[in-house]
């Protein structure tokens, strides 16, 4: 497989919205298309046996692929980028980088299949798993053990949006020899950037906030150590997790018009968290935005805005959580995030099934929105008639 080219190679010092519209996009030499041709194709001709144009078989590499992790590693400040076939692929594939005996620590407020995934798949393997409230990185220094090889940050949470210090806690991981691992999902490249807060791998879900249209199912890993880079592509290739040309091609046209779409879905966050804030029958809000918020500082020093999530607790219990989010009209019950359109749902119901019963369970009355860009008034309006 040809190796991706650098970010920013034929490109110089660019900023962010420039670079997700031209990193690893240069018109295709043939046509001279501006668009990335989806190579739609299981394999590739070679000239003679082992002489080939940098491709062979579309596990191993597609040119569309190539492509995406080109500007994905642009967008977070990488060196290299690997693209999978969900955000849960890319996070098997850090996984399988540890073997058994060895120790995760992992925030005690994290995705539910994240959860999952650790605690019921990985546990038959031998790999042992703590969860720790990473507000205050002490928690993580006395979690780690000598078999610690991988410190998992979530940043913003999801679904209570606490913020983790990346750099302190990367700090603690490397002290003891383990990777750190940021999920950036709840932010996107856009708004952070974990590696240049000192984390060795930056982790999306692709489905979300990059792709942004709620039509494509991806993930990627970036990083910037090329022995990392080589030991997880081996894993994506021997694994096969990969993307399909069509899918990474769609993720691709979602990354150009990634800073537009968050400058839209902070603003219509902030504006939502702000009037929730203000309705009676709402106990709490999460989000960072909120100068309310426990951690506001830390987010503004690490993050360049808030995001679209955001989580909400209602008076009346999980009951009152289901009904609300029956109610709404614009905001679809749906689990996912990230899209154009909003969303609402109750994540101990639906996205945090898995954890139910446990201590890393969410309250049974919060409702998680992913906030769209539609009309911000179109959007209170809908939720004010939900919760009455």
Not at 287 to 298: F, I, N, V, W
Request: charge should be positive; include cysteine.
């Amino acid at each position: 497989m040809a190796k991706p080219r650098a970010p920013g190679k034929l490109l110089g010092k660019l900023s962010f919205e420039t670079l997700a519209i031209h990193a690893g996009q240069e018109p295709e030499s043939a046509t001279g298309a501006v668009t990335v041709p989806i190579f739609q194709t299981s394999t590739f001709a070679q000239a003679a046996v082992g002489k080939h144009k940098g491709y062979e078989y579309a596990r191993t590499g597609n040119p569309t692929r190539t492509a995406l992790e080109t500007c994905l590693a642009a967008l977070e400040g990488g060196a290299w980028g690997l693209a999978f076939a969900s955000g849960m692929a890319a996070t098997d594939a850090i996984v399988h980088l540890l073997s058994s005996g060895d120790h995760i620590v992992m925030g005690d407020d994290v995705y539910g299949g994240t959860y999952r995934l650790f605690a019921r798949v990985y546990d038959r393997a031998g790999i042992a798993l703590t969860a720790v409230d990473m507000r205050d990185p002490a928690n993580v220094r006395k979690a780690i053990t000598k078999r610690t090889k991988l410190v998992w940050i979530e940043t913003p949470t999801n679904p209570l949006l606490r913020v983790t210090d990346v750099g302190a806690v990367a700090e603690i991981a490397h002290k003891a020899g383990a990777l750190s691992v940021v999920d950036n999902t709840f932010a996107s490249p856009y708004l952070q950037s974990p590696l240049l807060l000192g984390a060795d791998l930056a982790l999306h879900s692709t489905t979300k906030y990059i792709g942004g249209h709620s039509d494509v199912v991806g993930g990627a890993i970036v990083g910037s150590d090329p022995a990392l880079r080589e030991r997880l592509a081996f894993v994506q290739n021997a694994v096969g997790g990969v993307p399909g040309p069509l899918d990474s091609w769609l993720v691709l046209r979602g990354a150009k018009t990634l800073a537009v779409r968050m400058e839209r879905h902070s603003a219509n966050g902030l504006a939502v968290a702000e009037w929730l804030t203000e309705h009676p029958k709402v106990v709490r809000v999460h989000y960072p935005g909120l100068a309310a918020h426990p951690q506001h500082d830390l987010a503004r020093r690490q993050m360049r805005a808030f995001g679209g999530m955001l989580s909400f607790e209602l008076k009346g219990g999980e009951a009152a959580a289901r009904r609300v989010a029956a109610r709404t009209r614009i905001f679809a019950l749906a689990e996912s995030l990230g899209g154009v359109e909003s969303l609402i749902e109750v994540p101990l119901a639906m996205t945090h099934g898995s954890v139910r019963g446990t201590k890393l369970a969410p309250p049974a009355s919060l409702v998680r929105l992913s906030v769209g860009i539609e009309h911000v008034d179109d959007l209170i309006a809908d939720l004010a008639s939900a919760i009455g």
